[in-house]
């Protein structure tokens, strides 16, 4: 499982951008958001995802908010 922060949010079209902890930026789909919804998610966010290779590049898949760290 990855981490990383929401760096840009697209909701009209329904996607965004996630910078992970290496500096990549990663695209997502608000298909692939899990146990929340698109509209409840906000630019600079902690997120953890997993990363799936497609035609374009990486993409974010089963991406949900970062539980806080106790």
Do not use: C, W, Y
């Amino acid at each position: 499982m990855h981490t990383g922060k929401i760096k840009k949010l697209v909701r009209d079209r329904g996607f965004g951008f996630i910078s992970d902890t290496d500096g990549r930026d990663i695209f997502f789909h608000q298909s692939s958001v899990v146990d929340a919804k698109f509209d409840a998610l906000n630019e600079d966010q902690d997120v953890e995802f997993e990363v799936e290779t497609s035609p374009k590049g990486p993409r974010a898949i089963n991406v949900s908010i970062a539980k806080p760290q106790q």
